[in-house]
């Protein structure tokens, strides 16, 4: 029996340590243990690895990545109600833990990874901050990023919008931005039963595998012309795209693209090619005022 394997049960820290969710904070903590290993264990094999994880709260996916054998965990807790709690788990792990108590949307964990071995970001994810988290690893520069690996819990319907195809209701920028530069994979999906409060909503843990050379654009500038585009995303692009320029038909054409098509129709090499075009284009008055001074 290790060490871990003595620790409370979580009902039991959680009651201890008057740790109760709170939707201001989008908790809904997982306690089965069963179904911490399997997430973790979905993240591949950790020896070795570095997992960063946000929103760790009474720590069962965090007992989890080190019972298999992460060798290190950098836990990133807004919550200072939780901060204790870990601490148990940290002195169980000696070496093995450390927690930054803070906010997952203003900290850059780089500094605290060191430099042996890969890292993972594995987490369930407070919901209400989810997708902002993912954004912000999609658009690290330079690429590719510190992580070799995120594995994250979502709600279902955000994650079918990061592995939507052209074509379908669900593609839009999250798609585009997330397909461009990681292969995302859905997993499997979590009742709500399983978290404590159950959500209103089915969660779907998802892996996205960054690409180490994606199809060169400008970030900037894909963002631009997604934005355009699923902006008005039931316009022809002829229309649509008049956010780029007041005639974008020749961004159209050097694009490759249809003016007629819609953005839902546009595959991401067709929004990189649109964006590269964007960047070639000569400077239109809307154009030179996007720039920064």
Known sequence: MSALDELPPLREVIRRHDLSARKSLGQNFLLDLNLTGRIARAAGPLAGVTVVEVGPGPGGLTRALLAEGARRVVAIERDRRAIAALAEIAAC??????????????????????????????????????????????????????????????????????????????YGRLAVLAQWRCAPKLLFDIAPSAFVPPPKVTSTLVRLEPRPAPLPCRLAALERVTAAAFGQRRKMLRQSLKALAPDPLPLIAAAGLDPTGRAEDVTIDGFVALARALDAAPATPAAVADTPA
């Open 93 to 170: 792990c000696p070496g093995r833990l450390e927690v930054i108590e803070g906010d997952a949307l203003a900290l850059d964990p780089s500094p605290s990874l060191g430099r042996g071995g890969p890292v993972r970001v594995v987490a369930n994810l407070p919901y209400n901050i989810a997708t902002a988290l993912l954004v912000g690893w999609l658009s690290i520069e330079p690429w590719p990023p510190w992580f070799d690996r995120l594995v994250l819990m979502f709600q279902r319907e955000v994650a079918e919008r990061i592995a939507a195809g052209p074509g379908t209701k669900s």
